[in-house]
């Protein structure tokens, strides 16, 4: 049998870059432990039924960090709204994308173009474009009162400048209207999802109630565009794009994710092997971020992906990334640790973790 081959990548970390060897193989498909699917239909139900499911959960969160969830209760007829809304704002010309440009709606989101982001330093730039709007409490249905919180005066508060975005887009009919209930639906969902993750950490459900009312909470739209002319060995390397989003960890706690059937997730198993994280139909991926396996005191793994488009066609993927509350200082959990197993992490808020990863990948993009 050939031998594995191996490369190394760099990856982010809060305390400066960290190396990770990975194999050069095309992904395998996941054995049904590596990425789990689970039925969430108790995440209603008795607290018995919920601890019974949060079991699955934490042993999807120990192993790989990334499983699959059906009967998560968010309407199809919803997300096949949201994606033509998708396709419906990446369709329009570069110039009226770039009216609703993330350096005009600053924290609210916008629109970030083709090749202007990249993840990994040690990889290409990112061959996509993405739109998202950030949490803004006049959308969370919970908040009574959004003005107390628009106006705290926190600087993690910052809405940025949702105006621009609505402006810019309300040409597009339903847009606003679709992006926003769809955004609404997965925060809600992510919610009671960190109940559960709660429960799988023996903690009582409502531990992070507290730290999850006005939460970061990014609902983004991805486009992936397709290659015409493919040539597997050395596509697009000459314009310096290559990956559609390279080699990375999620920053916050969980995020929420669907894509459509094209393929090209593929996710780093515990053996630095790469896993095919197959799209699989009605289902969303979820995944463990950074902060959630640093308060978890690593328990939960926050696992490294990219995603690459082979393909002629373009691929669509529309993410939720929930953390919490961006000024709660929040510690590693009391049952993370024990004598032999100290708490590896400082206590730290959501948002300043947030912070100090962007700064730091940012400073590694200008040193490249
Ligand atoms: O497009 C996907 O399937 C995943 C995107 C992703 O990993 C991200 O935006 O963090
Ligand atoms: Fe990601």
Not at 145 to 162: H, I, T
Not at 307 to 332: D, I, Q
Request: charged share 25%.
């Amino acid at each position: 049998m050939a031998q594995t081959k191996y490369t190394q990548i760099e990856l982010l970390s809060a305390k400066g870059p960290v190396y990770r060897r990975v194999s050069t193989a095309p992904p395998r498909t996941p054995t049904e432990d590596e990425i789990p699917i689970i039925d969430l239909s108790p995440i209603d139900g008795t607290l018995e039924m919920q601890k019974e499911l949060a079991s699955r959960i934490r042993a999807a969160a120990k192993n790989t960090g990334f499983f699959y969830i059906t009967n998560h209760g968010i309407p199809e007829e919803l997300i096949q709204k949201a994606l033509a809304q998708a396709k419906a704002f990446f369709g329009q010309s570069e110039e009226e994308k770039q009216r609703v440009s993330n350096r005009e709606a600053g924290r609210a989101g916008g629109f970030q173009g083709v090749g202007s982001t990249q993840v990994n330093k040690t990889e290409t730039r990112d061959h996509k474009e993405t739109f998202s709007i950030r949490y803004n409490p006049v959308n969370d249905p919970t908040i009574s009162d959004p003005q107390s919180l628009l106006l705290s005066g926190n600087p993690n508060n910052a809405y940025g400048k949702p105006d621009v975005i609505w402006k810019g887009t309300s040409h597009l009919q339903g847009f606003r209207e679709v992006t926003i209930e769809f955004w609404q639906k997965r925060l809600e969902l992510a919610r009671k999802m960190v109940r559960l993750f709660a429960l799988a950490l023996d903690l009582p459900r409502d531990h992070f109630d507290s730290v999850i009312t006005h939460p970061g909470a990014d609902g983004v739209y991805i486009h992936y565009p397709g290659t015409p002319d493919i040539d597997t060995t050395n596509r697009n390397k000459d314009k310096g794009i290559d990956v559609g989003i390279g080699s990375h960890t999620d920053i916050q706690c969980v995020t929420l994710l669907w894509q459509d059937m094209s393929g090209g997730l593929q996710v780093l198993s515990a053996d630095d092997e790469w896993l095919d994280a197959r799209p699989i139909e009605g289902t969303l991926v979820v995944n463990i971020g950074d902060f959630l396996q640093r308060l978890s005191n690593n328990t939960f793994k926050s696992t490294v992906h990219r995603v690459y488009n082979r393909k002629s066609t373009s691929r669509y993927a529309m993410p939720f990334f929930l953390g919490f509350n961006p000024e709660s200082v929040c510690e590693v959990v009391p049952t993370c640790i024990d004598q032999e197993h100290p708490a590896l992490y400082e206590p730290i808020s959501c948002g300043e973790w947030h912070h100090r990863r962007l700064a730091l990948a940012e400073k590694n993009a200008a040193a490249a």
